[in-house]
């Protein structure tokens, strides 16, 4: 009996990896846990979380409520010293960096006014370098932080839509970053993830050039089902993907998921885990979802394989790509675990099966180029030319190209479509008879918006008349001739004006080609600080640099093509 009961131990022993194993496709991470504390001195409460898709990019950190106002207290999340200051017109906007022992950096994003010591500081270096906008490495020993220092308020500022602090962690030496909620010092969660719809891709075609089946899902006694039970394909291979979302305990806000994994039979096949990303592939979210469903005013559709040209880190396949073939004609059962980052999860099940009916359709014979991921594509006409980087397509594409205004100084050339993204920027060079080296122009024009660079003259092998620029879409490209300088309004001053009861001054500058290249204003010869929060508004703050008595005010402004507007001001304080 005690040897029957040793082999049964014994037995189970040996199948509990087994059962783990299949549990946690993905390893299991071991970040430190209440070394950091809540950084915002507020109820805890996010307003978004990392991973969370957004435009071109995952959102890399938590949003935290600041109680929709600014000037809420910022505070240290750990023992550390203040490495870094970033100031931008957007992006982070007012951003502090912390190191801390433990290898980890935090970053606390779209302040407004760092804590005095820290503010004077960072203005004299201002002054000292004449750039408001500035990116300084500080010296370890000069600004120490316990945890839960006061060391900034909350703002609004860079590329902010509204009052909320931006806050990450980071590994100190690869600056990749890591999952916030993984490190247990946000409010508890139990609140499962909802799965409301799934897509089915055929993977004998590109995914830009297909249509793919979506599915509506319902929670019947808590498993995800698909309508039929029994989804038959036209296809011999077939790749999924999800559109779900997260909810916490605190909020109802519709956030990012953690992780997914598919399994064929009971068996993992591939999934999906936002846990570290770093800022160089955080663009891959463009090919994390389907981006022609998107463009097209779809909901975040994620795939739970990655297509052939995305290179990023967050995907695990035990197969060679994570594509399920169903080329043997047998029913296929599919589960799919959606996990948020602290383990609540929802479960999809259906079943899928190859169509008997199903023939395999012949290619169609187009005449468009064909572009390849993990190619160099190279494409050339008499008046445009241009490549994509080896890394730039995620999938394959039969390219198409059309020219416009043929007989136009300055055609437009459209080049392909939208719906479908690029990772990288890659060179458009283009011909065109005009005697304004200088003052050239690429437009590229999309969806209503309009992107505008410096284009380059170039001897492209015999000929002159050539010019480049770079851009990362497809879209329509043209050159332009601008000849029109920027222009300087003054909102609340005037040449001449006492200015001895005003705290600020303000002035908007704008070009025809919506792109300023520089701007410096100067006080009786002194450089002077204007801040340019969100690139609109160029703003001084009086302060000592401007003494009581007559002034001069000179402000310059210079678009990208070297285009000049310079404008006196005398006033009085």
């Not at 370890?140 to 009052?163: E, H, R």
């Not at 006492?498 to 009786?524: G, H, P, R």
């Amino acid at each position: 009996m005690i040897r029957r009961i040793q082999k049964f131990v014994i037995l189970i022993l040996l199948i509990l990896p087994s059962i783990n194993a299949r549990g946690q496709f993905f390893e299991v991470k071991h970040y430190p846990q209440d070394y950091f504390s809540y950084p915002v001195d507020e109820d805890k409460s996010i307003a978004a979380n990392f991973g969370e898709p957004r435009l071109n990019h995952f959102h890399m950190g938590l949003d935290c409520r600041t109680g929709s106002t600014e000037n809420r207290n910022i505070l240290a999340a750990a023992n550390g010293y203040i490495a870094k200051v970033k100031i931008e017109p957007w992006g982070f906007g007012r951003a502090i960096y912390i190191n801390h022992p433990n290898g980890l950096t935090t970053l606390y994003a779209h302040l407004n006014n760092f804590y005095p010591a820290l503010e004077n500081y960072i203005k004299k270096q201002q002054y000292l370098f004449k750039s408001w906008a500035i990116y300084l490495n500080i010296p370890p020993d000069l600004f120490p932080v316990k945890k839960g220092m006061f060391i900034a308020y909350s703002g609004n500022t860079g590329g902010s839509q509204g009052p909320h602090l931006h806050f990450e962690i980071r590994d100190t030496k690869t600056d990749k970053v890591l999952n916030p909620s993984l490190f247990n010092f946000l409010a508890p969660d139990s609140i499962a993830p909802v799965v409301l719809k799934l897509a089915i891709y055929n993977k004998l075609i590109s995914t830009y050039e297909q249509i793919p089946e979506i599915f509506s899902l319902k929670n019947i006694n808590g498993i995800y089902v698909a309508s039929p039970s029994v989804i038959l394909v036209n296809t011999n291979k077939v790749s999924f993907g999800i559109y779900a979302s997260d909810k916490d305990s605190e909020s109802h806000n519709h956030n990012g998921i953690y992780e997914t994994v598919l399994y064929e039979n009971e068996n993992p096949i591939v999934g999906f885990q936002i846990d570290s990303i770093n800022y160089d592939e955080s663009r891959y979210l463009n090919a994390h979802i389907d981006y022609k469903y998107r463009n097209n005013g779809g909901v975040f559709i994620q795939h739970v394989s990655k297509l052939p040209g995305n290179n990023s880190t967050i995907y695990k396949a035990t197969n060679s790509d994570g594509v399920i073939s169903i080329d043997d004609g047998l029913t296929h059962a599919i589960k799919l675990v959606v996990k948020d980052a602290f383990g609540n999860a929802s479960i999809v099940q259906f079943n899928i099966k190859k169509n008997k009916s199903f023939v395999k359709i012949k290619a169609k014979n187009f005449t468009q180029q064909v572009f390849y991921p993990g190619f160099l594509n190279i494409f050339e006409k008499s008046n445009i030319e241009f490549y994509l980087p080896q890394n730039c397509l995620y999938d394959t594409i039969h390219f198409q190209y059309k020219e416009l205004n043929a007989t136009s100084s300055f055609p437009v050339y459209q080049l392909h479509n939208t719906g479908v993204p690029l990772q990288s920027y890659f060179p458009i060079t283009i011909k065109a008879k005009t005697t304004f080296l200088d003052k050239i122009i690429m437009r590229r024009f999309a969806n209503g918006n309009n992107n505008y660079a410096k284009a380059e003259p170039i001897t492209n092998g015999k000929e002159t008349g050539w010019f480049r620029a770079s851009f990362n879409g497809f879209g329509s490209f043209q050159l332009m001739i601008d000849t029109i300088a920027p222009t300087i309004t003054a909102i609340n001053f005037k040449e001449g004006m006492d200015c001895s009861k005003q705290s600020s001054i303000l002035f908007v500058i704008k070009d025809n080609m919506e792109e300023i290249k520089n701007f410096t204003a100067t006080l009786d010869g002194n450089w002077l600080r204007f801040s340019n929060d969100k690139g609109s508004k160029f703003i001084y703050e009086f302060d000592e640099k401007c003494t009581s008595g007559e002034h001069e005010l000179k402000i310059i402004v210079e678009d990208l093509v070297k285009n000049v507007t310079e404008q006196i001001y005398r006033f009085s304080r």
